[in-house]
């Protein structure tokens, strides 16, 4: 369990928080759930319903689309933020590795922290942002590994 002093600590190190008063940060690591997950465990499941953003504390968590591993993710980086945002189902499952410590933050908890410091919602946008180049750099990656199927008839005229 983190002390007040240490979970101030912590998330004024979390990158979507920098920026944020000292004041702002002390009200928002009060609120914020404190979990515990045992290794190998599903914190959530692609598909499922979810309303809230976990920041790894200590531990380390691996994102994945069945067996396939999207990121390994470390202390003081965050999951599960696009459900906060969109009503939508969440779009990969995140496992523990290794037993892991998380702060959890509310949907409505965080609407009310964005409501009083609009910054916050720039820096989580930031974070997709880097989210989405990352992945879209790994995806060019692995095509320019992969040669490109033969496309038979490419390149002919289909009036002959």
Do not use: W
């Not at 404190?34 to 319903?49: M, R």
């Not at 990969?92 to 916050?120: K, N």
């Not at 720039?122 to 750099?137: A, P």
């Amino acid at each position: 369990m983190l002390t007040s002093v240490d979970r101030l600590l912590f998330v004024r190190g979390v990158p979507i928080f920098k920026e944020l008063r000292d004041d702002f940060l002390v009200r928002l690591a009060s609120v914020m759930d404190e979990l515990s997950f045992p290794a190998q465990h599903t914190i959530f499941t692609q598909g499922q319903e979810g309303r809230s953003l976990y920041i790894v504390v200590s531990g380390r968590v691996r994102v994945h689309l069945g067996e396939q591993d999207l990121a390994q993710l470390e202390q003081g980086a965050c999951f599960g933020e696009m459900s906060l945002f969109d009503a939508e189902p969440r779009s990969a499952s995140v496992t523990t590795l290794e037993p892991c410590d998380c702060l959890m933050l509310t949907q409505q908890q965080l609407y009310d922290a964005i409501e009083e410091t609009p910054g916050i919602a720039v820096n989580i946008i930031r974070l997709l942002s880097r989210r989405i180049r990352e992945f879209n750099r790994k995806l060019n990656a692995k095509e320019t590994e992969t040669p490109a199927p033969e496309l038979h008839g490419a390149g002919r005229s289909l009036g002959g």
